[in-house]
């Protein structure tokens, strides 16, 4: 054969073969970038699907608001500081996990209630106190997801950087959009375990072994067991159950007395605690009779229209129509326990005309409705339950501060009165609340008490001083009456402005027990000496995040709804902003850390009860750009940064290990207030910038970030 034919010969074959193996190579690229995603998507679904199952089974963490969230942030940083060990540590995340859950459900937390400057729960369950069981919990959070983390720092250290950050925001978009459908659609625990095995399972089917097989069979039996146990449900909010007592059962009214039920009794629980009870308004008169007080009060008061916030089961509804109410606008924020008081409660009030149902958050119906009300109840809106696993806010907590009291009485008629009921269990709550009502009405406010040591506390007053009959007026007697709570301090159950002890014995337990987990997992921590800068904007933008759910829950209300919209609203800015960094040249970081404390001051200086007397569409509008300015400018900073890191999953774990002494440092906020986090912010970013290295290494490259 002629050399030029040959030598033709050998060449079409090259090109044959040469196109196949680009193919190949093109297909292992996009099964790595969906591998990377969907791990993204495991890690941020199981996250936020523990945060939400263990509040709901252990109590505690009601009052430890981000402790999960902490133990996340330290698991996800170790797994990411492990991303090029030999050891594959991932094939164990299922098993961790169903240890978790056994652990949880084999010792369920039952109460007990102590007293002292903040309340909370503590209970001793099986033998096992609270200082015991958050340890376990915490330590065990973050080994499930330092497993989780290390397979997907293995994946992620294939990429450049900031394609490897862009793919694992959008599974963690995926991920937050996900468990959001599923608490919109009231789905159990075995849902949510069943979506994380089923993922578990398809990024490591080819090895999956028995143990993997077993542990995820295991966590199915458990979840499901959980699930369907009679009388349980979930709402967006808790774990619901609910019984039936039958007539002739022997209950107990307010002062302690036994009573004999004549009809059925229904009772709710929420996450393992009695919250509400349905019964017939005629025996609700026998057992509770306070309940009836605010309708015996008013005087020469038509009501004409009726506000119920915390409407519940309709339990107050009913007791409202009965006691002569033309019009009720019932306001109750969770669709499940509204669900069950219209389908269990005798007297059927959601079925009746006159009454307009409003599945919303009571303050921020409040902003937004213009009518005006012969009389507002505030009715046992007690939630025990936080609207994520991010900051201190409980459901109803800006109900309970003096701008929302303010906002009451401007909804009140000339002739109108309002009133608040709740289980306080100590006194200083109570004298908080009405010296809150008397500064913000002028006069006093009546006080009426029922129960064992007067547990059960209402205060009533009216628009004007001769607007309800008065058996006793309230009056300090010489106490110590704690300061009014404000919107930037919403924290009514804290009876002083200072870290109570018992967080800051939590705190130092947590970060002892980070540094010996990173010491013992990462050794040296001189890969994350160069990334010092990383580690600051971690802590700062947790901060920014959590002031952002905070001023968002103030302005539009504490529902899962807008909880769920700004997690995915300050994802997507992160997400828009490596775009960008992608696409187009970039001003010098020195100016982008300009417009960012630019962007803060801004945010710091419009105080949020400005944006209340807006209008929604102006107020939404205002409120984004304040939020989400600094956030996408924060991201423009730290996606150039790590676009040229040496090392992708050593900055990042830097970086997530920042998040997590950021989340430490939220609980400043219960001694300088919300609005000072900013202040912070902008210190942790100024030393951000001052640790700044220019970068030196070229982007990691594949073939280098294999695991060692």
Known sequence: MPPKETKERFSTLFALAQGPGEAMIELLDMAGRSRLVLSSFLMLFVELALIRWLGSNVIYLSYFSNFVLLGSFLGIGLGFLKGKSRTDYFPWAIVVLAFLVALVLLFPVTIARPRGDVFYFGAISSGIPMWAILPVVFLATATVMGTIAQGVARIFAQFEPLEAYRLDILGSLTGIVALSLLSYLGAPPLVWGAIASIVFLILYAPSVKALQVVAAVALLLMLGRESFQPGYTWSPYYKVKVFTLKPGTTVYDLNGAPYRVKNQFVAIDVNGINHQTIVSTAERRDIEPIYFVPYQSVRNNPLRDVLIV???????????????????????????????????????????????????????????????????????????????????????????????????????????????????????????????????????????????????????????????????????????????????????????????????????????????????????????????????????????????????????????????????????????????????????????????????????????????????????????????????????????????????????????????????????????????????????????????????????????????
């Not at 990383?534 to 905070?550: D, Q, R, Y």
């Not at 509008?621 to 040496?646: C, Q, T, W």
């Not at 997530?656 to 989340?663: K, Q, R």
Request: hydrophobic share 50%; net charge neutral.
């Open 310 to 708: 915390g409407a519940g089961n309709g339990k107050d509804v009913a007791i409202a129509l009965a006691s002569g109410a033309k019009h009720v606008d019932a306001v109750e924020i969770d669709p499940r326990i509204y669900q069950i008081g219209r389908s269990m409660n005798p007297d059927h009030p959601y079925q009746q005309p006159q009454v307009s149902i409003h599945i919303d958050d009571g303050r921020a119906f409040l902003e937004r409705t213009r009518k005006k009300y012969d009389l507002i109840l505030f009715a046992l809106p007690d939630s025990l339950a936080l609207i994520s696993g991010q900051s201190s806010l409980r459901l109803e907590t800006y109900l309970f501060t003096t701008e929302s009291i303010r906002a009451a009485r401007e909804h009140l008629t000339a002739g109108g009165a309002f009133g608040m009921y709740n289980y306080y269990r100590e006194d200083w709550p109570v004298d908080r609340l009405a010296n809150m009502l008397a500064l913000t009405f002028g006069h006093p406010p009546c006080a009426t008490s029922a129960g064992p040591q007067a547990h059960l506390a209402l205060l009533m007053i009216g628009a004007a001083s001769g607007n309800v009959a008065c058996a006793s007026l309230w009056s300090p007697q010489g106490r110590f009456v704690p300061a009014p709570v404000t919107d930037d301090r919403p924290f009514l159950y804290l009876r002083s402005s200072a870290i109570p002890q018992i967080y800051l014995i939590t705190i130092g337990a947590i970060l002892l027990a980070s540094l010996l987990m990173v010491r013992l997992a990462a050794g040296s921590l001189r890969d994350m000496s160069g990334y010092l800068d990383l580690f600051f904007m971690g802590a700062a933008f947790l901060l920014l995040e959590t002031k952002n759910v905070v001023q968002f829950a103030l302005l539009f209300g504490t529902t899962w709804f807008v909880n769920a919209l700004v997690f995915f609203g300050i994802l997507l800015s992160v997400y828009a902003a490596i775009e960008v960094t992608r696409r187009a040249r970039l001003p010098s970081p020195r100016w982008l850390y300009v417009a960012l404390f630019a962007s803060l001051a801004v945010a710091w200086a419009v105080k949020p009860e400005l944006l209340l007397t807006l209008d929604i569409p102006l107020r939404l509008g205002a409120a984004i750009a304040l939020a989400f300015a600094p956030i996408f400018l924060a991201n423009l900073i730290f996606a150039e940064r790590f676009r040229n890191v040496g090392s992708s999953t050593a900055a990042f774990a830097a970086n997530l290990l920042g998040a997590m002494i950021g989340g430490v440092l939220e609980y400043a906020s219960l001694f300088v207030g919300y609005r000072a986090l900013l202040i912070v912010v902008a210190a942790l970013y100024g030393l951000a910038f001052a640790l700044r290295r220019e970068p030196s290494d070229a982007p990691v490259s594949q073939a280098s970030a294999q695991p060692t």
